[in-house]
C-alpha cells in the first residue's frame, strides 16, 4: 500500500456510493444527491440507451464539456476537425429555451482518430473556455448515473457534490484497508485495486471487443468484395455499350455507301451483299472488292476509250492523202 501512496486508479464501473467517495472505500452516501443516484441506480430507473437522440459509435465518441454559452456548432466543429474527421456533432439544448447545455458528443469516422482527440483536445481553449474531453462513459461504462439524476463524475465544486474516479479527478489511493466485507453486504462494487497509475499517465478509454472488430472487418471486406464486383459489372456493360456503338457506325457507313451507290446508278447486282449477320471483315472485303471492280471498269473504259480514237486517227490519216489525190487530179482536169 506504500507504493501506491503517490498513486491514482479509476474505476471500470459505476456505483453512486463509490463516486462519493474520495479514495472509493466509503459504504454510505455522504450526501442526499448520492443517496438519491444510489435509489435510481438500484432500481433501475435509467436506461442510457433511452436517448433517441443517441446516434453512431460509442467506441468513436468523446464527450466535451465546460463549454462557452457562446460556442456553437460550426465552432466546435471546426476545433475538433483539428483531431480528425468529425462523422457526427451534437451540441445539446435546453428543451425550451434552446440555450447550450455547455457540453456536447463528437464522433469521429475511427477509433484512432477519437482516441487522439481524447488525448490531445484535453484542457483544450475554445472561444476562451478550458474544455475537458473523456469517453462516451454513458455508453460504455455500466452502471452510469448521470449528474442529473445525483451521478456524474468530476465538476468544479471542491464542496457539496464531489464526485470521483473520473478523469479530471480520479481516485486518491486508499489511507487505510479497503472494507471488502462491508462493501460485499451493501451490494457495492469494490474499488478497483491492481490499476494504479500515476498522475502524469493518460487513462485509456475502453478498447471496442473482438468480436465487434471481426464483424466490422468482415463488413468491410464484404463491402469491397460488393464494390469489386460492380465495378467489373460497370465495366462490362461499358465494354457492351461500346461495341454497340461501334456496331451502329458501322450500320450506318453501309447505308451512306448503299446510298452514294443508289445516286451514281450502280445496279442492284453490283452491291455488296450486307446481310444482318455479315461480319464487319467481310463488309471490307465486300467493299474494297466494289471498289477494285469499280477500278477495273474505269481502266477498261478508259483503254477501249484509246483504242477506238487511235483507229479512228489511224483511219483519218489513210483517207487525208487519198482526199488529196482527187483533189489534184480534178484541178488538172
Known sequence: MSSNINSVFYAESYHPIQAGSIDGTDILPHDNAVYRALLCSNAALYDPTGDPKI???PYCTVFVGRLSHLTTEPTL???????????????????????????????????????RAYQDAHHAIIDDAEIIVDYNRQRLMPGWIPRRLGGGLGGRKESGQLRFGGRERPFRAPL????????????????????????????????????????????????????????????SMERDEHRRTVGRKQGSRKRSYVEEESQYGKSSEDRPECS?????????????????????????????????????SSRYKEERPSKRHRHYSRSNH
Open 276 to 312: 444482318p449477320n455479315t461480319t464487319s471483315i467481310e463488309t471490307d472485303h465486300n467493299y474494297k472488292s466494289t471498289l477494285d471492280r469499280e477500278e477495273h471498269y474505269h481502266s477498261r473504259s478508259n483503254a477501249e476509250g484509246g483504242e477506238i480514237s487511235r483507229k479512228r
Open 176 to 235: 487505510q484497508p479497503i472494507p471488502y466485507e462491508d462493501l460485499k453486504k451493501l451490494g457495492i462494487t469494490p474499488p478497483p485495486e491492481g490499476r494504479y497509475m500515476s498522475r502524469f499517465q493518460v487513462p485509456s478509454p475502453p478498447r471496442k471487443p473482438r468480436k465487434l472488430v471481426e464483424k466490422e472487418e468482415y463488413s468491410y471486406k464484404r463491402s469491397s468484395v460488393d464494390r469489386e464486383e460492380l465495378s467489373q459489372r460497370s465495366s
Open 55 to 57: 446516434i453512431g459509435d
Open 77 to 115: 466543429h471546426k476545433a475538433m476537425s483539428k483531431y480528425g474527421r468529425v462523422k457526427n456533432l451534437r451540441l445539446v439544448r435546453h428543451i425550451v429555451t434552446g440555450a447550450s447545455r455547455r457540453f456536447a458528443f463528437v464522433e469521429f469516422e475511427t477509433e484512432r482518430e477519437m482516441r
